[in-house]
C-alpha cells in the first residue's frame, strides 16, 4: 500500500489517500472517507502549474466516471505563503497510481496544458507584449527609466514562459514511463 497526505489550500482539509488493491481510499482530516474503484477512472491529467508562491508545483488530476475529479500536488499548505514541498512521495504516489492504472484499458494519460490553452497563453503574452512596445514609443524621451525597467520585465518574463510551454506541451504518455517535464 501507497500513501500520500497533502493539503491544496486554506479552505481544503488535509486530505490522506491510499492506494491498496486496486481501490484508491481517500480520507478526509474531517473525518470523511472515500473509495474509489480504480475501474471507475476515466484519465489522468498531469501538468506543471506554478503560482507566484509556488514555482515549482505540479499538478495531477484524476477524472473520475461519475464526472468527479480528485487533485494533487506536490506541494502541502501549511499556511499563508507557506508550503511544503512534497515532491518526493508526490512522484512516488503518482507514478504508482499510473502503473495501476495501466491495467484500466479505457484509462486515458494525459500530460500539459490543452493546445487551445497553449494558444491562449501565447496570444495574451504577444499582446502584453506589444502594448509595452507600444508605451515605450510613447514614453521614450520623457521617462527613460520606465523603458529600462519596461525592456527588464521582457527579458525577465520571456524565458520563464519558454520554460513554462516546454513543460506543459499537450501530450499523451505512457504510464510505464512517465516524462520528466510531468513530474517533480
Known amino acids: ?70 487533485s494533487l500536488s506536490n506541494e502541502h499548505y501549511r499556511g499563508v505563503y507557506d508550503f511544503e514541498d512534497r515532491s518526493a512521495d508526490y512522484r512516488a504516489f503518482v507514478q504508482s497510481l499510473c502503473r495501476e492504472l495501466a491495467q484500466q484499458p479505457n484509462c486515458g494519460f494525459h500530460g500539459g496544458n490543452s493546445p487551445g490553452t497553449n494558444l491562449a497563453i501565447w496570444l495574451s503574452y504577444f499582446a502584453v507584449m506589444g502594448l509595452l512596445l507600444l508605451v515605450m514609443l510613447f514614453l521614450a524621451a520623457t521617462f527613460p527609466l520606465l523603458i529600462i525597467l519596461q525592456i527588464a520585465i521582457m527579458l525577465f518574463y520571456t524565458p520563464a514562459l519558454i520554460r513554462y510551454a516546454r513543460r506543459n506541451k499537450s501530450q499523451t504518455f505512457d504510464p510505464q514511463q512517465i516524462h520528466d517535464n510531468l513530474l517533480p
Request: proline fraction near 3%; hydrophobic fraction near 30%.
Open 1 to 70: 500500500m501507497i500513501e500520500y497526505r497533502q493539503r491544496l489550500h486554506a479552505f481544503s482539509p488535509e486530505m490522506h489517500y491510499q492506494l491498496h488493491e486496486g481501490q484508491l481510499t481517500v480520507n478526509s482530516a474531517k473525518g470523511n472517507t472515500r473509495l474509489y474503484s480504480l475501474k471507475n477512472v476515466q484519465s489522468v491529467h498531469l501538468r506543471y502549474a506554478p503560482t507566484r508562491v509556488q514555482r515549482q508545483r505540479y499538478l495531477a488530476t484524476i477524472r473520475l466516471k461519475n464526472s468527479r475529479s480528485l
